[in-house]
């Protein structure tokens, strides 16, 4: 049974009917006792790093999250949820975050080596690039995927990276540690191969439960 974690700032509505749509069992909360009966995650998010930090600190599941990751329940991050993974991110000013991955998120230059503009935030399809095999992967053809994104992590051990996508700069768009996961884009609104990495996760979880 996956738990999406509701502190406010996620798109709960469409990761529940994704689940929904690969018949796959989910509750949605925000309290840490009620999520606690989950067997693996999902930490949605849209919106600033910062804010969705806060959120997490005020209603105790910051260390409800830590604590089941540390307990070896698998956790999917999505969008904002990915770089809530890491150690910190300059959004806003320096913010910690939940530190399941060494690095940091930042922004996005707009501009390149040679001056030229780029539009940001990376918003639309783009292909992804596979850098080693996943659970997360397993049986999937690269392909695209839709991101809406401002800011993009840089983790310093590049292990955890799984996928990339090339917005000027090389973009870790899935990344994965043990039982920590995390997607750049939306996989919910990408069509067939986002709903083949959620399926995935979804049987990843399933399989461990056994």
């Not at 009966?37 to 599941?61: C, H, R, W």
């Not at 503009?117 to 992804?128: A, I």
């Not at 996508?165 to 939306?186: C, I, L, R």
């Amino acid at each position: 049974m996956i738990g999406i974690i509701d502190y406010g700032m996620g798109n709960l509505y469409s990761v529940s009917k994704a689940l929904e749509r690969l018949n796959h069992d989910y509750f949605i909360s925000d309290q840490p006792a009620e999520l606690a009966k989950a067997t693996a995650y999902i930490l949605p998010g849209v919106g600033s790093f910062k804010d969705a930090m806060e959120q997490l600190n005020q209603t105790d599941l910051t260390t409800f999250i830590q604590n089941v990751v540390a307990e070896e329940k698998p956790l999917l991050g999505i969008c904002l949820g990915m770089q809530l993974l890491f150690e910190e991110s300059e959004e806003n000013g320096l913010t910690k975050g939940l530190g399941f991955l060494e690095g940091r998120i930042v922004k996005f230059p707009g501009v390149t080596p040679s001056g030229e503009r780029y539009k940001v935030p990376h918003m639309g399809w783009n292909s992804l690039t596979f850098q080693q095999s996943s659970p997360l992967l397993e049986g999937i053809d690269e392909g695209h995927v839709y991101f809406v994104h401002s800011y993009y992590a840089l983790p310093n051990d590049q292990s955890v990276v799984l996928a990339t996508s090339d917005y000027d700069v090389e973009v870790p768009a899935v990344v994965g540690k043990g039982n920590v996961f995390g997607a750049q884009f939306h996989p919910e609104k990408s069509s067939d191969l986002g709903m083949s990495i959620l399926e995935n996760y979804a049987n990843f979880v399933e399989k461990r439960g056994r």
